[in-house]
């Protein structure tokens, strides 16, 4: 299966930005999707786990969610400041592969 | 604070193998919940799974990559290895390692990657 993401959003400071991800086959819910935030020329790293969830340490700012319906996952950035531009990369897995989206590339206004 | 450092040539000449390290330190890669896995980024382009190798030895590779990717485990010494045979040009990467954890199904440690040409 592959995760589609855009190539690129922009939104002002202080915004809420969406960011999506749709699986081509086998439905978003069937497998956990995770978040990972990578600034440039630095390694990614963990904004979400499992659809929702948030690691210790990442605001409260960033948020996810799924619609089974749509076949989708979303990623919620609200209150944006200028340290969230960097690329941002969802992930799922199917119990044999691991597959990341194509990342999105936020720029901050 | 479980640190994973990548260790490996910068340079490798077309059709040669290359061969990356990834020291684990601050933890152990015995760990039941623990996957480690390999991860490239070519320039200007987004993450690519190559391979993860689990607690038990279980291998998992990229279909695209399966036939000339081999990673290995070493839990006595705390670090595990890739080696990817035949490069070419598009082998050129960023490389990163990093920790997997199954129960919540999280790639939550990574590496700061190493940078590997392929030229000849």
């Known amino acids: 299966f592959m995760l589609t993401q855009p190539h690129s959003v922009s939104e002002s400071p202080g915004k809420t930005v969406i960011i999506s991800c749709t699986r081509s086959?086998?439905?978003?819910?069937?497998?956990?999707v995770q978040w990972y935030q990578q600034r440039p020329g630095r390694a990614p790293t963990p904004l979400i786990y499992?659809?929702?969830?948030?690691p210790s340490g990442v605001p409260d700012r960033f948020s996810a969610s799924i619609d089974r319906s749509s076949g989708s996952a979303s990623l919620t950035i609200s209150g944006l400041q200028a340290e969230d531009e960097a690329d941002y990369y969802c992930?799922?897995?199917?119990?044999?592969?691991?597959?990341f989206g194509g990342g999105t590339k936020l720029t901050v206004l | 604070q479980l640190l994973l450092q990548e260790s490996g040539p910068g340079l490798v000449k077309p059709s040669e193998t290359l061969s990356l390290t990834c020291f684990v330190s601050?933890?152990?890669?015995?760990?039941?919940?623990?996957?480690w896995a390999w991860i490239r980024q070519s320039p200007g382009k987004g993450l690519e799974w190559i391979t993860t190798?689990?607690?038990?030895?279980?291998?998992y590779f990229n279909p695209s990559l399966k036939s000339r990717v081999t990673i290995s485990a070493d839990t006595s010494n705390t670090h595990f290895s890739l080696e990817l045979r035949s490069v070419t040009n598009a082998d050129t990467s960023v490389y990163y390692c990093?920790?997997?954890?199954?129960?919540?199904?999280?790639?939550?440690?990574w590496g700061q990657g190493i940078p590997v040409t392929v030229s000849s």
């Open positions: 190798v689990s607690y038990d030895g279980t291998t």
């Open positions: 992930q799922s897995h199917d119990g044999s592969s691991w597959v």
């Open positions: 601050g933890g152990s890669i015995n760990s039941p919940f623990d996957f």
């Open positions: 990093a920790k997997y954890r199954a129960n919540i199904h999280l790639f939550d440690s």
């Open positions: 086959s086998g439905g978003i819910g069937s497998n956990f």
């Open positions: 499992e659809h929702v969830h948030r």
